[in-house]
């Protein structure tokens, strides 16, 4: 009975160690694709620490790249010393690129520190992460 339990444990762990690869089968490629390539996350809006004066909405604009395919992208851009709404979503992607381009209008306040995450997987779970804040002062 402990060598059945032992096999059924090596069988769960060799099935577990199994699914953490990072090689998959592209059809257009016709073999096995390694992919060890972390998504690019490039931010255009808003500016990292950057100081916004007198505005009242800012345009929130990035795109998220894979060398084969993103699965999500998650955007999170809230108040974080006022009470206010953000934006906070989730999107499954089937591409290589992703883009967010809209605006976002500021709650009321004098000045206002916004925290931003923006978090890329791809379809063997490689993950990119780039997190910051901006200001923006009446």
Known sequence: FATMRRGK???LLFGLWAGCSDTFKLPEYGSDIEDN???IITVVSPEENFTY???TQIPVNLTV?????????QLQLNPSNVVGDGISFTRTVS???FSIDTVYTFPAGDSIVFDVLVVANDVVNN????SFSFTAVK
């Open 37 to 39: 390539e972390d998504p």
């Open 127 to 130: 993950t990119a992460f780039k």
């Open 65 to 73: 790249t894979d060398n084969f395919e993103l699965e999500a992208v």
């Open 95 to 97: 591409d290589s690129i």
């Open 9 to 11: 444990y090596l069988l």
């Open 53 to 55: 004066n007198g505005l």
